[in-house]
Nanobody
Framework: QVQLTESGGGSVQTGGSLRLSCAASGRTFSSYVMAWFRQAPGKEREFVGNIIRSGNATVYSGSVKGRFTISRDNAKNTVYLEMNSLKPEDTARYYC???????????????WGQGTQVTVSS
């Protein structure tokens, strides 16, 4: 069992930056693929990016590639999402997820946090 807690959300202007954190409970954090998803009101949950267990490889959606960076610190049981050059269309609730499979869709991820809100104003 893994419990995930996101933090770091907030309101920023276009072009600003935010760093989200996701802290995991338990001693098996390093055995999970970690991912970030986001969901805007009235829209489906959207893949942002993921990072493999070692942290040596990441995958990003086309809409955030080059602006967002995912990293993890297995010693701290934490995964991060560094967001730069933020746009109004990045406004959403951001969720971290943990799973055993590398996937760009939500279903295979077994554990989810409650999310943290990011609002980007123009």
């Amino acid at each position: 069992q893994v419990q995930l807690t996101e933090s770091g959300g907030g309101s920023v202007q276009t072009g600003g930056s935010l760093r989200l954190s996701c802290a995991a409970s338990g001693r098996t954090f390093s055995s999970y693929v970690m991912a970030w998803f986001r969901q805007a009101p009235g829209k489906e949950r959207e893949f942002v990016g993921n990072i493999i267990r070692s942290g040596n490889a990441t995958v990003y959606s086309g809409s955030v590639k080059g602006r967002f960076t995912i990293s993890r610190d297995n010693a701290k049981n934490t995964v991060y999402l560094e967001m730069n050059s933020l746009k109004p269309e990045d406004t959403a609730r951001y969720y971290c997820a943990a799973g055993s499979l590398i996937s760009t869709v939500p279903r295979p991820y077994e554990y989810w946090g409650q999310g943290t809100q990011v609002t980007v104003s123009s």
